[in-house]
């Protein structure tokens, strides 16, 4: 049995004063992970079972302020609206992946396993999503 897995944090920060629509955005903080089980030879020496759960890229903490074109005076010179924006969204979302894998002879392979997420696209009360899957790869 093995265990493998990714993690990444970012941080973004720019606190520059730009006149387009995106007048600044400061401490951005994103997260994504995936942490899985692999366990070989399970019925023969060229299979093996795999349980992943991961969680995609997702805005932990940060905001952005728009510049939005408003109103103009009468001597031409333009109003603009700032508007600031909250990045972290109401949800969090996990999948959670079980699979099956077996190499073939031919140096091909065929895998199936089925996947549950869990607040997709990071909306929280989204209601989850559940699949089924198979594949078959072919060697040459």
Known sequence: VHLAG?????????????YGLIRNFNDIITSQFNVGLVA???????DLISFNISQPLRTEDGTVRLNLPGTMDLDGSHNFNIKKINLEPSGREINFDLGYEMQLHNGSAFRVGSQITLEPSHIENNSSNELVYGSYKIGF
């Open 40 to 46: 070989s030879g399970v019925s023969s020496n060229n």
């Open 6 to 18: 990714l993690a990444n944090i970012g941080i973004i920060n720019n606190k520059s004063d730009n």
